[in-house]
């Protein structure tokens, strides 16, 4: 971290605050110039808050160097991540996995024989919302516990691992079975839900914020990976822009961004951020090409007939074919 000191900082004023700032446990170099002063702040810069050293008086500016994000940081573990789901889909590091399923379990009927389908078209890992983020309290909240008692059966009766969103902590100890815990967008900065999580051994895919830069949501991340919980999956399904032909505005670049700055998968879900069926192949597609370590998915048997994001949602057929496509897309690719 830099810190750029104002014209005319007296000595004095200099040395107080290199006293101040070697209290943090920081190594502190002073280049003095004619018309600037610059301290160079080496060590652990993560606990220094910028903005108060921002505001003071004497300083003019202050940059970071180095990210605040450390265990998810790619330098420091240059290896990608590998994430192992019940040592059954591996997903990171040139393991590709397809996760598909209704937007939320409605019944029995309907998860097992979406599950069942798009088994057969070759998704590895089965989603389904049992606890529903909804913007409206008048919409289909999910069927709650009933719902993960559902996806129990579709795993059963599949043997597919099961991807479900948990919105609250109260609710975790139902979450034993889940395969993989999904925090969705809304959550994404619900930092004791992280903690929580955290603490879990699960694989958690952590889905990025509506209005969220990605260092933002490396940092959620890092709240995971920070109490211990190595098993991170990002989650890319679209942000608010100020277009509004489609429900966000995916960011596909993030994918190749995040694999810079990290050792983590990272995941599309082009449902959500189309919010249209028939723009989700090609953008799975897109997705594919751009080196996502997977996709995620909704199909929903009946999608006219879904409690929740039927627009978006394919048909079992449609999606074998969007999976087909991807498969070509990634052939292509290697
Ligand atoms: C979902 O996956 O069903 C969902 C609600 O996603 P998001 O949090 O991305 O809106
Ligand atoms: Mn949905």
Not at 52 to 77: A, D, G, T
Request: aromatic residues 4%; charged residues 20%; contains cysteine.
């Amino acid at each position: 971290m830099i810190a750029i000191l104002k014209h005319g900082t007296t000595p004095d004023q200099a040395q107080h605050l290199i006293q101040w700032l070697k209290k943090m446990d920081l190594d502190v170099h002073l280049s003095e110039g004619k018309e600037v002063t610059i301290l160079g702040l080496i060590g652990d810069t993560s606990r220094v808050d910028m903005e108060l050293l921002n505001s003071l008086e004497i300083v003019e500016s202050v940059k970071r160097v180095s990210e605040p994000f450390k265990q998810v940081n790619r330098k420091f573990h240059p290896k990608d991540s590998v994430i192992e789901i019940n040592d059954q889909v591996k997903i990171g590091g040139g393991h590709f996995a397809m996760i598909a399923g209704p937007c939320s379990v409605e019944t029995e009927d309907q998860i097992i024989e979406v599950a069942q389908a798009v088994k057969a078209a070759g998704a590895q890992v089965l989603r389904g919302g049992a606890f529903k983020p909804r913007t409206s309290p008048y919409a289909f909240q999910g069927l709650g516990a009933e719902g993960l008692r559902l996806l129990m059966a579709a795993k059963q009766a599949t043997g597919l691992p099961i991807c479900t969103e948990l919105m609250n902590l109260v609710h975790l100890d139902l979450f034993a079975d889940v395969d993989i815990i999904q925090i969705g967008a809304r959550n994404m900065q619900n930092f004791d839900l992280l903690k929580e999580v955290g603490k879990t051994r699960k694989p958690i895919l952590l889905k990025r914020g509506i209005a969220s830069t990605l260092q933002e949501l490396l940092m959620s991340a890092e709240y995971i990976m920070s109490e211990g919980n190595e098993n991170v999956i990002l989650c890319e399904r679209g942000i608010r822009t100020y277009e509004t032909y489609t429900r966000n505005t995916l960011d596909l670049s993030c994918v190749p961004v995040l694999h810079g700055l990290t050792h983590l998968p990272v995941v599309v879900d082009p449902s959500h951020a189309t919010g249209k069926a028939y723009l989700v192949p090609p953008m799975a597609a897109a997705a594919a090409a751009s080196g996502a370590d997977g996709i995620m998915v909704e199909v929903h048997n009946n999608p006219s007939c879904a409690l929740c994001d039927g627009a978006q949602s394919l048909t079992p057929e449609q999606f074998a074919d969007l999976n087909r496509r991807v498969e070509i897309i990634r052939e292509a690719m290697r």
